[in-house]
């Protein structure tokens, strides 16, 4: 692609954050270019035609919108959405080495086994306790404060753990969960809140081919605006513009930058001695697809798949029955099954040790699968996701700060809006939005 000298608009990072920003720019006719590192977009988001199935390195699915339904919609690719099977609106958790069923609705924990007859008790009592949020309080303060250090522990550690890969010890809750605080704050109690003001329904959904196909159909409508392998070795600003240099020499102007790059590799390219350190940790990740025979999986699971809290085990995060959730995880006779692990707190290194030493046998005690399982895919995410921990909303605010004082620089992308993809495309067409909104005529 011939660059030009300059652009009004140049959006760093081709993941779905910085197509959906790229997007946004185009339906308002406006000059821009996104500048990708590698050669190809999507960041995380990467399916493949793999032994019949459609496999899923990175996210497996994600919750319709009305912001998401409307892309698509403007793609041309909602005839292309897959809804999740009935099946699949059950979850589980493990704790204490079984697994444990949770429906969705808030009795359940009142009925369920993970949690002592003591700690039912204290969930009951949450609504009379009057406390609220201190600054910088984590997942794991708010949720014993408010239920217990059981419900805290068992069940929130498992949804950190589906999450984020993370620590809800260190994960701060505002950041995290903002609404769970606003609801707190506004109601005086987190099951009051939940009855007053309940959530939207929420539809999980993929498509024929896979999650991929909303970033490629994005990345193909701005085919004409991205700019793959340019590798930046610097930003800086000077009095008209600011200046983004390749590693080769070469450099364009911007007039504004919007960056969706993770938080370690702007803070890399970012010369401008003022610009806040970043220091956010990502979690690994290590994605782990394998095959087993259709009727065990339908016969001997039930649901979406399990979750394993942190205190519970590190290594291994949980399971996906992707054949219970999407008919893309079924083919002929076979299911198709994901693990994923942390392999920072996974003593085995190569994927024959990890399937044969962890996955496999643990498998098959927590389940009772004992037909062949056979691995089809694998990848490792050395940084896959961000950690809002204790501080994340402080380095906020000196974000924005530093961005008052340097006009025309947006610090976007999921460590600032959210790890989900509809927060992603929300995130940043709004952003979008207030940008051009606020430029003068």
């Not at 329904?201 to 024929?208: A, E, L, N, T």
Request: glycine share 8%; net charge positive; hydrophobic share 35%.
């Amino acid at each position: 692609m011939q660059l030009k000298d300059s652009y009004d608009y140049v959006v760093l990072g081709a993941g779905l954050s910085g197509l959906s920003t790229g997007h946004a720019l185009q339906s308002r006719g406006l000059d821009f270019i996104v500048l990708e590192a590698t050669q190809r977009a999507g960041g995380v988001i990467e399916s493949s035609f793999t032994d019949g199935f459609v496999v899923e390195s990175g996210a497996n699915s994600m919750i319709l919108t009305p912001t998401v339904a409307q892309l698509c919609e403007d793609l041309g690719i909602s005839n292309q959405i897959i809804n999740a099977r009935e099946e699949s609106k059950v979850r589980q958790i493990l704790w204490g080495d079984q697994l444990h069923t949770l429906k969705a609705s808030p009795l359940t924990l009142l009925t369920t086994q993970i949690l002592s007859f003591t700690a039912k008790l204290r969930i009951l009592k949450e609504p009379f306790i009057k406390s609220s949020s201190p600054d910088g309080e984590t997942v794991l303060d708010f949720f014993t404060r408010r239920f217990g250090s059981q419900v805290a522990q068992r069940l929130a550690g498992a949804i950190v753990s589906g999450i984020y890969a993370g620590d809800p010890s260190k994960l701060e809750m505002a950041s995290v969960f903002p609404r769970f605080v606003a609801l707190e704050i506004e109601y005086g109690s987190l099951l009051k809140g939940l009855k007053k003001s309940p959530a939207a329904p929420r539809k999980i959904v993929s498509f024929k081919d896979g999650m991929e196909t909303l970033p490629s159909t994005l990345s193909r409508k701005l085919q004409d605006h991205i700019c793959y392998e340019y590798q930046i070795s610097s930003i800086y600003k000077n009095a008209e513009s600011w200046i983004i240099k390749k590693k080769n020499g070469d450099f364009i102007r911007a007039g504004h930058i919007i960056s969706t790059l993770p938080s370690y590799a702007l803070e890399s390219i970012m010369k401008t001695a003022s610009f806040p350190k970043l220091e956010i940790t990502y979690n690994p990740m290590w994605t782990i697809q394998v095959k087993v025979n259709r009727s065990e999986l339908e016969s001997k699971t039930i649901g979406f798949g399990f979750l394993a809290s942190m205190y519970e085990r590190k290594d291994f995060i949980g399971t996906l029955y992707n054949g219970n959730t999407f008919t893309t995880g079924l083919t002929g006779k076979y299911a198709l099954i994901t693990f994923f692990v942390r392999p920072d707190h996974c003593e085995h290194k190569s994927i024959t040790d990890v399937l044969e030493r962890l996955c496999i046998p643990y498998l098959r005690k927590w389940t009772g699968i004992e037909g062949p399982i056979e691995l089809v895919h694998s990848k490792k995410w050395p940084h896959a996701i961000p950690q809002k921990e204790v501080g994340h909303r402080k380095l906020i605010e000196k974000i924005q700060s530093w961005e008052t004082e340097n006009p025309n620089f947006s610090t976007a992308g999921n460590f600032i809006y959210g790890v989900s993809l509809g927060d992603c495309v929300e995130a940043h067409q709004k952003l979008v939005s207030s940008i051009t909104s606020n430029q003068p005529s």
